[in-house]
């Protein structure tokens, strides 16, 4: 056998072994009654031990060096060797007592996380969470970095990404973005009463699937379920599942996570078959993942022409609710801007605002410029800057996200740069293809699927993001066109 050969055989077993953890998982979100908990969090860790011991074999580590001096490989197989051989020599740099200090640490923090907010105390957290912002900083180093130890945090979500580049994406976030959102706020804001009125669950969940079919989500490879907080897994690219939730009170969000997590989930049938288990058969990266959830679920699921298509379908499942309402106002609603606390419930504008107070927080602390100490008082006085709203309470303020109790520093930003690449893509797909938003308006999204399957989701993670990126658009990530994008559709909605 081909040492080749012998490199993807081993993969896919790894491969194997991490879906099969995958299928615990959602089975744990989906069906695990109560007293089923314990076994499967003691199965969880039995796979991951088994995992991490293939992945970080002598045997594996030879085969790779190996192979990396292979010149006779195509560009594919020299990703897939290269990839996998980084991500195997970022393993051997961490020793086995710094995982079973970090794993203690996590899960102090995230029971100090859940009291602090329960109790709305910040202090209960301090400690915790101090600790685990020392193990951060440690990984930093070694880890190992060329400009900024962030960058060695954000290498983990967004390979390659650089500090110094979301310094400028950000600083045009605050310079551009928040004199609109202000013009914005000094109109009069748009209706949106009948979002919130009663919108029967079992109508709710046909609506979402359909909006699924619609976008070309396979269902002979997948299958929808009902959970707390959507999301979307995958066992292989053959089958892929997403959640949702619905709210009986509130009709936005089922659709949103629905075609959120929707695009996520093309994304992952988009992938080649034949690539399972390699990094070819891979998402690129965080933000290029949820720049397919947002270029769904906001340049197209808010847009005019998507509505034009899938209205009447809607008022006629809801004609109590919707008869009296027109299609432009429903869209105007879909959109409404607004200054709020919480993250999640976020409008596309000032959802940035939030993730940049987060990006100036965790760089800050991983330079040591901050103390976990300050953090509420810092959280407030950014929100008050950047939204212009009075933080009530660290519940709702600088406690309200899981994120950092897990030790995830490094993702926030990756969220905002999902919704950049989103808008710069989008704004390719419509010079690439002829009358594209023609044929959104007619139902027909099939020539957008088809542009990011040859695009984006064929390649998994041949190119990085920023190679990808100027492959389809012949530029680097800017903010410019999130702006562009931006303008173009509130200048209408607001009246400006
Ligand atoms: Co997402």
Known sequence: MSLYKQYTEKMRKIADVHYSMAVLGWDREIYLPKKGAKLRTQQVATLAGIAHEMATAADLGELLEKLSADDTLDEWQKCNVAKTLKSYKRQQLYTKEFVIENSNAVSAAYEAWMQARKNNDFSLYEPALSRLVALKRQECEFLGYEDHPYDALLDQYEPDAKTADLNVLFADVRRQLVDY?????????????????????????????????????????????????????????????????????????????????????????????????????????????????????????????????????????????LKDVSVVDFYKSMNKVKNSLIRTNADELTYHFHISVRFEIEKALIEGKIEVKDLPEIWNKRYKEYL?????????????????????????????????????????????????????????????????????HQYGKLYSAEDLCKKITGEPLKFQYFMDYAKEKYNFIYDL
Request: with cysteine.
């Open 181 to 321: 959102v202000k013009q914005i706020g000094e109109k009069e804001n748009v209706k949106d009463g009948w979002m919130f009125e009663h919108f029967d669950k079992d109508k709710q969940w046909q609506f979402g699937l359909d909006m699924l079919a619609q976008m070309g989500y396979d269902f002979d490879g997948g299958r929808q379920d009902i959970s707390a907080h959507p999301f979307t897994t995958s066992f292989g690219a053959e089958d892929v599942r997403v959640t949702t939730r619905i709210d009986e009170n509130n009709f936005s969000e089922m659709f949103w996570s629905c075609i959120h997590e929707g695009g996520h989930a093309l994304y992952e049938q988009g992938l080649k078959v034949e690539n399972y288990g390699l990094p070819t058969g891979e998402a690129i990266s965080m933000g290029i993942h949820e720049s397919q959830s947002r270029l769904w679920e906001n340049n197209v699921g808010r847009s005019l022409p998507y509505w034009k298509a899938n209205y009447a379908a809607l008022q006629e499942m809801f004609p109590e609710n």
């Open 388 to 456: 212009d709203i009075d933080v009530p309470s660290d519940a709702q303020g600088v406690l309200q996200d899981i994120h950092w109790s897990h030790g995830s520093f490094g993702y926030f930003p990756t969220y905002s740069l999902g919704s950049f690449y989103a808008a710069q893509f989008y704004m390719q797909a419509k010079k690439d293809i002829d009358g594209l938003e023609q044929e959104i308006e007619k139902g027909n999204m099939m020539p957008l699927l088809d542009w990011l399957r040859e695009n984006v």
